[in-house]
Structures are given as C-alpha cells and as structure tokens.
C-alpha cells in the first residue's frame, strides 16, 4: 500500500499557484519525500524532493510541516503545461533497499 | 542531458505470443527498475535490479514474465505468453541516488 494521500484531483487557473498536498503520517525519519509528475502518455518525471527542510528549485518549491507528517508541492505560476498526474512518494536517498510504492496522485488540471 | 532509453515505443501482439521489452539506463546508474501502470493508476514496481541483482521481484508474475539485465547496464523484460491483462504501459526507470529517471515507456496492446 501506498504510504501516501494524496487528494484525487484539483484545479487551479492559469498563471495561479498551484499547491498539491500530500500526507505521509508514517514517515520515518530517514525517508524523504520526493514528487514526480506524469504528463498524459509520458513517464513520470522527477521534480523535487526533500527531508524536513523547504525546498526550491527552477520546477517548484516544496514545503514539509515541522513534523514532517505532510507536505506541500508548490508550481508558482501554473502554465497549460503543468497539467499531469503528480505522484508523493517517501523513501530513503540512499543506501539499502526500500520498495518505492506509488499511489494514484493527484491530477492536476490547469484552467486558461 | 542523459535520458533512459526505451524500445520499442509501441507494441500490438496476440495473446499467447511472447514480447520483449528493452531498456538502456543512464550511464553510471547502478538501480534499474520496470514499472507497469494500468491505465488511470500510479505505477507498478515489477522488478528492481542493483547492477546484474535482482533486489525485488516480490510483484513479478514470474510464470510468465521474466527480467534480465546481465552485464549491469541494459536489461530485457519478457512476456511468455502474453494475455489480454498485459495490456498496459511498461516504464523502465534508473537511479544513482533516490531520484528516479523514467524513459518514456512501451504501451502493450495484446489483442
């Protein structure tokens, strides 16, 4: 089973901030929570991930709660582009072998 | 910017037949995965390799798929003999760390 939840599906106009929640109340303290987006027929693509402190790159920003049960990804300014399936998952960065279990995400449909 | 190769992109077979899926990882990445994913649902890990090792083939139904990647680098993913179920999209991922790379996958149509 899948160790996240994530909402089924949202929208979000064009040129808004789209914030994609995600909960991982079982998070242990070593996993990290990584985010991937699957445009329509493509692979998924990896985004960003992060272990308790904020992260930020050119794709996104990613906030995790101070007790790490949940997180949010942030698109700042969604675009037609940004609509896909966006996948939550945790695990460990490195080291050892951890099945990685994706759930059915949340899709995200951005409105002109 | 190095990507995973994937081939062939589109695949129709009959059921009983056999089919072969290939993929080529990023250079350097020792974890190689094969997903499959049923339509309007997340990914599926079928089988994960460290370099030549199997890891985990816990969700492989090994009576009729079969995964092999001998020298550490490409690997093969066979179906013998295909069903209708198989009907699905077949993602090959790598990893160096705990990011994964997809490459575009295979859509298996088994008529």
């Known amino acids: 089973d899948a160790k996240t939840t994530q909402p089924p599906s949202m929208d979000c106009a064009e040129g808004r901030a789209a914030n994609l929640p995600c909960n991982h109340s079982?998070?242990?303290?070593?996993?990290?929570v990584y985010w991937y987006r699957q445009i329509h027929s493509q692979g998924p693509q990896y985004i960003i991930h992060?272990?308790?402190n904020n992260e930020t790159n050119e794709m996104a920003s990613l906030i995790i709660t101070e007790d790490r049960k949940s997180s949010t990804l942030i698109l700042p300014h969604a675009t037609l582009r940004d609509t896909a399936v966006y996948y939550c998952?945790?695990?460990?960065?490195?080291?050892?072998?951890?099945?990685?279990?994706f759930g059915t995400g949340t899709k995200l449909q951005v409105i002109p | 910017e190095a990507e995973v190769a994937q081939s062939p992109r589109y695949k129709i077979t009959e059921k009983s037949q056999a089919v072969a899926f290939w993929c080529d990882p990023i250079?350097?990445?020792?974890?190689l995965y094969w997903y499959r994913q049923i339509l309007g649902q997340g990914p599926e890990l079928l089988v994960q390799?460290?370099?030549?090792?199997?890891?985990?083939d816990s969700q492989l139904p090994k009576d009729r798929f079969s995964a092999e990647r001998l020298k550490g680098v490409d690997s093969t993913l066979k179906i013998q003999p295909a069903e209708l179920g198989d009907s699905a999209m077949y993602l090959c991922a790598s990893s160096l760390g705990g990011e994964q790379y997809f490459g575009p996958g295979t859509r298996l149509t088994v008529t």
């Open positions: 390799f460290q370099d030549e090792s199997v890891v985990d």
């Open positions: 250079s350097g990445h020792a974890t």
């Open positions: 998952i945790v695990r460990v960065a490195t080291g050892g072998y951890q099945k990685v279990t």
């Open positions: 992060g272990l308790k």
């Open positions: 079982t998070i242990s303290g070593n996993e990290y």
